[in-house]
């Protein structure tokens, strides 16, 4: 976990605020997705990137942005929360069929 | 689609039996199925996975699983349980149409009891 990380990993933050969450890694993958957990509902994918130049929605992007600054980050954005955005958000690199996943940042949105 | 399902939200077993966490998958054409492990405060760990060839397939801290092409299932087991095996498990299976995403199942929470 320590090639794939998060910051911040807890965060509360108000409806309507704008938050970023980052990843970095170390691995030197191209690969980099976001994903969001809720209980019950498993993982689900927000947006992948393949390259700086290549970033694609998922099938949960709306109310999402990303950035893609370098190969090594990638940047999730919540233009403005609203509460049902509260959900860990995992960032996750892959190289070849295997996919290694940051600790996980734990959202808030009251 | 492609798609997995966790039946058991929640699994117990005693310290020593053996375990098994169910998933059935729905792909059209061969599908490339995955393992993952979650502990608690932690991000996904892999644990094994099915492209081709054996269907039993064997991966991280004693864990294994069993392909059943008829069945459409991808089993994870493990012939003895151990306390810290305790966690979330999730399967899930490839896209093999443009993007190779994983879509994942709803997890299975597993507690093995001493």
């Known amino acids: 976990d320590a090639d794939v990380t998060q910051t911040p990993r807890n965060r509360i933050t108000k409806t309507g605020k704008r938050i970023m969450l980052e990843c970095s890694q170390t691995?030197?993958?191209?690969?980099m997705y976001w994903y969001r957990q809720d209980p019950g509902l498993g993982l689900r994918l927000i947006y992948y990137s393949f390259d700086v130049k290549d970033i694609n929605k998922g099938e949960i992007s709306d109310g999402y942005s990303v950035s893609r600054q370098a190969q090594a980050k990638f940047s999730l954005s919540l233009e403005s929360a609203i509460p049902n955005q509260t959900a860990l958000y995992f960032c996750?690199?892959?190289?070849?069929?295997?996919?290694?996943f940051g600790p996980g940042t734990r959202l808030t949105v009251t | 689609a492609q798609s997995v399902a966790q039946p058991e939200d929640q699994v117990n077993v005693a310290e020593g039996n053996p375990l098994t966490v169910k998933c059935t998958y729905s792909v059209s054409g061969n599908p490339y199925l995955f393992w993952y492990v979650q502990y608690p405060n932690r991000g996904l760990q892999f644990l094994l996975k099915?492209?081709?060839?054996?269907?039993l397939v064997k991966g991280s801290y004693g864990f294994e699983a069993e392909f059943n092409k008829s069945q459409t299932s991808f089993h994870l087991k493990k012939p003895s349980a151990l306390v810290s095996d305790s966690a979330l498990y999730f399967c899930a299976v490839r896209d093999l149409t443009g993007a190779n995403n994983l879509f994942f199942g709803t997890g299975t929470r597993l507690t093995v009891i001493p």
């Open positions: 691995k030197g993958h191209d690969r």
């Open positions: 996750a690199t892959r190289s070849g069929s295997e996919q290694y």
């Open positions: 099915y492209i081709t060839g054996d269907n």
